[in-house]
C-alpha cells in the first residue's frame, strides 16, 4: 500500500476529475491471482481459463474445474471476475481437445468455434464456473473468445444464462464483431476487447511473426479507429466496453482508449501501478482529445507523438 500511496495509484481506476475506469488483471494461473491482489488489482478482467489444463490430456472433469478455477477466483472475493471460457487452437492448443491439424490454424476452429462443436465441453466448463462463483464469492461473468457475429453472441450467451451464470460477454478480438458491435450489444451484457488478435485479425499479421510486428503496433491508428466504433456502441446502449489485450498495460495508451469509450482496462500485474498512476494524472477531456489525435494519426509515431503532446 505504500509503494502505490507513492507512485499516487490508491487502488481505485479513476482519471485525475474523477471518471471512473476499472483497473484489471489479466491472470491464468492461482499466482497470479494472488500476484494481481497483491498489486491492488480492483477485480480481473480476463481469467484465461485454458491455462488452467495445459498439460490435460482428457477433458478435466466438472469437479476438478471447479477446484482450479476456485483457486483463481479466491483473492477476488466479493470483487468483479470476468472468467473467459476455453479459448483453444492457433496459438493455444489444447491437447485434451484432440483438435483436428489446419493449415491456418488461427484462422480454423479455434475459441468460441471449438465450443460450438463440442457445446458439452462448453456446458461442463459452464457448471464447473458457476460453482467455482459460488464457492468463492467472486462476482463472476463469463465471456466468450474468438466471437465473429452476433448470432454468435446470442447462441453464447443462452448457454451462460441456462447454466445459471448472470452476465455473458463476448470478446471483440475479430474485426467483423467489432464493426457490428450494435448487435452484439444486444445480446450480451458487456465486450472486451481483445487487442492482440484484433491487430492480428485487422492487420492480417501473424501476432506470433517477428517480421510483421510492426503492423501488429497496438498504437496502429487504423485498429484505434476501431476500437473508436466499439466505444460509441457502448456509449450508445449504456454497456460497458473493456480492453483486456496488451494495449491496456501501456500507460499513454490506456488514457487513449479511455478517451476512445472504454471502461475498464485489464492487465498483467506489473503493469497495474503505472497505468492507474498515470490515469490519475490526467483529465478525462485530456484522454478524449489524446484519442481523437491519436486515431487520426498517420502511423504509429505520429500517434505516440500526437499523444504525448496532449497527455505530457
Ligand atoms: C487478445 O487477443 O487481445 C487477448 C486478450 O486474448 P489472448 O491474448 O489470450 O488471445
Ligand atoms: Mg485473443
Known sequence: AETTAASGWNGVGATQDGFRVKVLANVGKPEDARAAADAGAEGVGL????FCFLAATDEPSVADQRTAYRAVLAPFAGKPVVVRT???GADKPLGFLGLAAEPNPALGVRGLRVARERAGVLDRQLEAIAGAAEDS????????PMVATAEEAGWFAERVRAAGIARAGVMIEVPAAALTAREIFDAVDFVSLGTNDLAQYLFAADRQAGAVAALNDPWQPALLRLIARVGEAAGEVGKPAGVCGEAAADPR???????LGVSSLSMNAAALTMVGATL???????CQSAARAAAAAADPTAARQAVHAALG
Open 86 to 88: 476455453l479459448d483453444a
Open 137 to 144: 464469492g467472486a462476482e463472476v461473468s463469463v465471456m466468450a
Open 280 to 286: 490519475a494524472r490526467v483529465n478525462h477531456d485530456q
Open 47 to 50: 481469467f484465461r481459463t485454458e
Open 253 to 259: 495508451l490506456a488514457c487513449v482508449l479511455v478517451g
